[in-house]
């Protein structure tokens, strides 16, 4: 065996990183869905409906700022590419590419509640996967809207069934649009190819997405359910750590220990279930706690509290 020295190896000193780049928002990580489609499927028209009727500060990455028809009214300015609204949601053009937007999207004091990029009509959202998983973004889930009046079409049509054929493969979710254009039979030819390309994709209507925002949160049909907040990252600056709830529990028992958090928390998720058998669905955002009524669609076992703070925040367990 050779007694050979083997060299130290030069650690880089940690000061040198931008932690703000790194883990900006102390920690927190915002949600992202990547919003996919064909050319013509609809994706501008269901961001437009989706600011308009939303009271969530939504950062929202599109081609173009200008496709964006938003009632002047909720135009609190626009600088740019940039329009910032009224409610606190954000329009960004891609313009400068991902990188840039991501950039903008972290400069920002505030971190917004989610955010939504608008893919193009060809875009493959496989590829676009690890941006919405960069520093201090996590992806919650990939929409593909269907037009169902052409669908049909373009899956079989040489020129177009690669593109089409590989966004469906990325999807968690798909929204049928046009449904006004398309015939009966031409919307039950779309659903049922949907169902056999891809079985364990849920699959909506147009017209239930804009009304319930229901493409936002699909994180709750990946493993760990409703309550998963993802696992820490490698400079994610904070800890987790499991809050016991008891199972079932009084909804003022609930919401009393929701409240009771320290300040401190930067993210908590949870699901209890009261006597008489609701479930209720804790989400805590900064300063911002709420308990909310889990919807029938989403019913899952009740949890425990799944609390995040700052590291040399977080108290003992």
């Known amino acids: 065996m ?96 991902l990188v840039e937007a991501f950039e903008g999207l972290r400069d920002r004091d505030t971190a917004p509640d989610h955010v939504i990029v608008e893919l193009s009509g060809v875009a493959d959202p496989a590829r676009v996967i690890p941006w919405a998983s960069s520093p201090g973004f996590i992806l919650d889930g990939v929409v593909v809207l269907v037009d169902a009046d052409q669908f049909a079409e373009r899956i079989v049509d040489p020129l177009t069934s690669d593109f089409v054929k590989c966004q469906l493969r990325a999807a968690d979710l798909f929204v049928v649009t046009k449904l006004d254009l398309a015939t009966p039979d031409a919307t039950a030819r779309t659903r049922s190819l949907l169902q056999g390309f891809a079985p364990d994709a849920p699959t909506l209507d147009s017209e239930a997405v804009v009304s319930t925002a229901s493409f936002l949160g699909l994180a709750t049909r990946r493993t760990g359910g409703i309550a998963d907040v993802g696992a820490p990252q490698l400079f994610d600056v904070h800890e987790v750590r499991t809050v016991k709830v008891p199972q079932p529990i009084p909804a003022e028992d609930f919401e009393s220990m929701v409240s009771d958090l320290p300040p401190s928390t930067l993210r908590a998720k949870g699901i209890a279930v009261t006597p008489d058998g609701t479930r209720l669905l804790a989400q805590v955002v900064g300063r911002s706690r709420n308990v909310t009524v889990l919807p029938d669609a989403e019913t899952q076992p009740p949890t425990n509290l799944v609390v995040i703070t700052p590291a040399n925040n977080a108290p003992s367990k």
Not at 31 to 38: A, H
């Open 2 to 97: 050779s007694d050979v020295a083997v060299p130290e190896l030069d650690m880089p000193d940690l000061d040198m990183y931008d932690l703000d780049l790194l883990a900006p928002w102390d920690g927190r990580r915002v949600p992202v869905t990547l919003l996919g489609g064909y050319l013509g499927a609809g994706k501008t028209t269901v961001i437009n409906e989706l600011l308009a009727t939303t009271d969530r500060p939504i950062a929202v990455l599109v081609n173009d700022v200008g496709e964006v028809n938003v009632d002047a009214s909720l135009v609190r300015r626009k600088h740019g590419d940039t329009i910032e609204l009224t409610d606190g949601c954000v329009c960004c053009s891609l313009a400068g590419g």
